[in-house]
């Protein structure tokens, strides 16, 4: 260390000391952020427009190749194919490897499956694949075709994630791979859902892109009409809908089960599902369509069984024979998942690097300049090969030609190698040709052979350069190769006919649910404690009832099964409830609770049945009112449909010509109904002043009739004569007539 107190310090720093670094957290945290999320975009979520794979799917096929597992070989355990992906090439979670691999194997996820497992890959019911150690698994076909060419300098390679081996960046891909079994995921900020397509479909719109380069959209989606899933079904869509979607990238296509009625003889018919949309479970399905017979939500349903074997076999049964078959799947798609909406979303990644939401046309030209390219490569790469074969013919017909001569250099001279390159003017590959060949290649049959495989060779490297020099011949090559692939696996090969029948979009019919309930009488029964019950027919409506210990009656009235129950609560809100949905009176009901969200703390104020013609008055506990139309009181959801604002006292049918009101103040005022507005929502109107207190009561009246009450003993008093308390809205009133209930209710 230097004595110069001025000399700069050269002590190294120490590994132990405050090695941080300051920034702010914004830019930490959105640096950090933005590094996930292209990791996400790039290596995960977006599949590759080019081979319609994922980094994942990518390395599962490679690795299963590197393990020499073709069509026609032998299986391997899946736990053995996991972990050669994970140790080698995709350093995550075994159960996620597997996951995708055996997807790859599901004939009802993959229009084309691309591993071909033994034993239990999980089914369309939606239970989970066995465990690794338990299935098997090799190559496809359909694999086989997407690596073909890797040998041969096809396409990129890179280093795997810890630099000992290499990996594909992208696949040969014979066939648009994307576009035949589609793709989904779901990355930062965006999302991809790709349908699968028919295989034959596609490689022909492929070919004429090929000859027409600027084809039209219409003329492209002609040939392929719509996309073609592996549990078929039946898209109903219209065809400028199709259109949109495969021009934009994006769109919602319908999708419905397909379906047949079956004739049971005498009149009698079911229903039967053969298939059912994409990506749907059939147990979810049967327990949603279970669900649908339950809540009685479809009348006209029976009843619902799984006959399923290995096709889809789910059997409907009508409540009677006169029901129509078509209003019965209509209601049926409305409110189960018969019919589904395929949320279209064609976001891939453009040369593995640029996501783009891409139209069909230009996912088609992306894979045919993919081919292009691997054409470009494989060529040359056999160029390569050829030129060092037959600098190696060449040098072993030199030989033929001077046999005894290289006989004797061989046996007689040190250095042969030496002595041929000088005396023959052969290259270093050519001389060790000639010393590796063996004794039985002296014969004359084999330089016959030479020449021929000369000749050959030859003509096919002219044939090749000829090709690289003509892109027209070019595109004659990929075209040759796309029909030799759709002879493989199209319309002619098992499993290759479309499945998805392109159905025609009719206008969606208006189904009438409540024209489906059988109209039976029933009583309404609702306890204190808010359980609710409907009894067959209209009993006595004071007869004795059943109730749970601590309960009793609280409101009773006769209905009919196709009426819609209002309640209407203390927090000025009515609530709908179909009376077919009503628990049956051999038990003690259910809570209403339960069936719409009507708060704890909240009591019911009234329930009756829905009258399309009626009108309502209804008022708040201070004296606020106003007429509500039948209409605009129904609610569609369980939340019901706020329409006081205010703590709610009193719903009243509008009869008669005059309202009287009563107070807490026991001041009684008399107005006409007319001076009540009519309206939809809102507080209202203040029906009666009132110095203290609010409002105790109110009634409608005809007042030419008076006014009656019924008095404690039984007796009933009326005051026929109103003219005292007869006045304009909002009036202080005056004391009720002598005799008035005390509890200030008009009964």
């Given at each position: ?265 005498r009149g009698g018919w079911q229903i039967v599902v053969t298939e059912i949309p ?390 009684m005022l008399v107005f006409p109904i007319a001076e009540l507005p009519e309206m ?68």
């Amino acid at each position: 260390m230097s004595d110069d107190p001025n000399a700069p310090d050269q002590t190294p720093p120490d590994p132990k000391g405050d090695q941080t670094s300051t920034e702010p957290l914004s830019r930490a945290i959105g640096e950090r952020y933005l590094t996930y999320a292209l990791s996400t975009i790039m290596h995960r979520a977006l599949p590759d427009a080019r081979d319609g794979l994922k980094p994942v799917h990518r390395r599962i096929l490679y690795a299963m190749r590197e393990l020499r597992l073709s069509p026609t070989g032998a299986f391997r355990k899946s736990a053995k194919i996991t972990g050669d992906v994970m140790g080698n090439y995709h350093p995550h979670g075994d159960g996620a490897i597997y996951d995708a691999m055996a997807r790859l194997a599901q004939p009802f996820a993959m229009r084309y499956p691309l591993v071909d497992g033994q034993g239990n890959f999980g089914n369309i019911d939606g239970d989970n694949p066995a465990a690794s150690r338990y299935t098997e698994a090799r190559l496809t076909a359909a694999s086989e075709a997407l690596m073909e060419g890797l040998a041969e300098d096809a396409v990129d390679f890179r280093p795997n994630y810890d630099g000992t081996l290499h990996e594909p960046a992208v696949l040969p891909a014979a066939f648009p791979n994307l576009l035949c079994n589609g793709a989904s995921g779901i990355a930062v900020g965006m999302a991809t859902n790709v349908p699968p397509h028919n295989l034959h479909e596609v490689i022909d719109a492929c070919l004429h892109l090929i000859k027409a380069p600027d084809a039209r959209d219409e003329t492209l989606i002609s040939i392929m009409p719509g996309p073609d899933f592996p549990t078929g079904g039946v898209l109903v869509e219209s065809r400028d809908t199709i259109a949109e979607a495969y021009r934009t990238g994006r769109g919602s296509l319908r999708l419905r089960a397909r379906w047949a009625v079956e004739d049971l003889g005498r009149g009698g018919w079911q229903i039967v599902v053969t298939e059912i949309p994409y990506q749907v479970q059939k147990s979810k399905l049967i327990e949603r369509l279970a669900e649908v017979i339950q809540l009685k939500k479809v009348p006209i349903l029976a009843d619902v069984r799984d006959e399923s074997a290995e096709d889809v076999r789910i059997v409907l049964e009508p409540r009677a024979r006169t029901v129509d078959p078509e209003q019965l799947m209509a209601a049926l798609f409305r409110v189960s998942e018969l019919e589904i909406r395929f949320g279209m979303n064609m976001n891939v990644l453009i040369d593995g690097r640029q996501p783009k939401v891409c139209s069909l046309k230009e996912l088609l030209r992306a894979f045919l300049d993919h081919r292009r390219d691997v054409l470009v490569r494989r060529s040359n790469h056999r160029l390569d090969k050829i030129a060092a074969r037959l600098e190696v013919l060449e040098g072993y017909m030199i030989a033929f030609l001077n046999l005894d001569r290289v006989i004797e250099i061989i046996r007689y001279e040190d250095d042969p190698k030496a002595v041929m390159i000088a005396e023959f003017k052969l290259t270093d590959v050519q001389v060790e040709a000639i010393l590796n060949m063996r004794l039985r290649a002296l014969r004359r049959l084999e330089e016959i052979e030479l020449k021929a495989e000369h000749e050959n060779l030859t003509r096919e490297r002219e044939g090749l350069v000829a090709m690289l020099a003509d892109p027209a011949a070019q595109w004659a090559k990929i075209s040759e190769e796309l029909r030799e692939t759709r002879t493989k696996f199209g319309k002619s090969a098992p499993g290759g006919l479309r499945r998805t029948e392109i159905g025609e979009a009719g206008e969606t019919a208006v189904i009438d649910m409540d024209s489906m309930i059988e109209r039976e009488s029933i009583t309404v029964i609702l306890s204190k404690m808010g359980w609710i019950r409907a009894m067959k027919g209209h009993q006595p409506l004071d007869a004795e009832i059943k109730f749970k210990d601590g309960d009793g009656p609280f409101m009773a009235f006769h209905a009919e099964t196709t009426d819609k129950l209002m309640i209407f609560g203390a927090n000025g809100r009515f609530y709908t409830l179909p009376a077919n949905t009503l628990p049956g009176g051999r038990g003690m009901g259910e809570p209403l609770r339960l069936m719409i969200d009507l708060p704890n703390d909240v009591a019911v104020m009234a329930m009756f049945a829905h009258d399309k013609t009626a009108r309502y008055l209804v008022a708040s506990k201070a004296g606020d009112g106003f007429i509500v139309p039948a209409a605009d009181i129904l609610a569609q959801t369980r939340t019901g449909k706020q329409v006081l604002n205010g703590d709610a006292l009193l719903i009243r049918t509008v009869a008669g010509d005059h309202v009287a009101c009563v107070g807490e103040n026991r001041k009684m005022l008399v107005f006409p109904i007319a001076e009540l507005p009519e309206m939809g929502r809102g507080k209202g109107v203040r029906l009666q002043k009132f110095k203290d207190g609010g409002l105790s009561d109110a009634i409608c009246i005809t007042l030419a009739d008076g006014l009656r009450w019924h008095e404690a003993g039984g007796r009933t008093r009326s005051e026929p004569d109103l003219t005292q308390w007869l006045g304009k809205r909002a009036g202080a009133g005056y004391m009720a007539p002598r005799g008035f209930p005390r509890d200030n209710k008009f009964n």
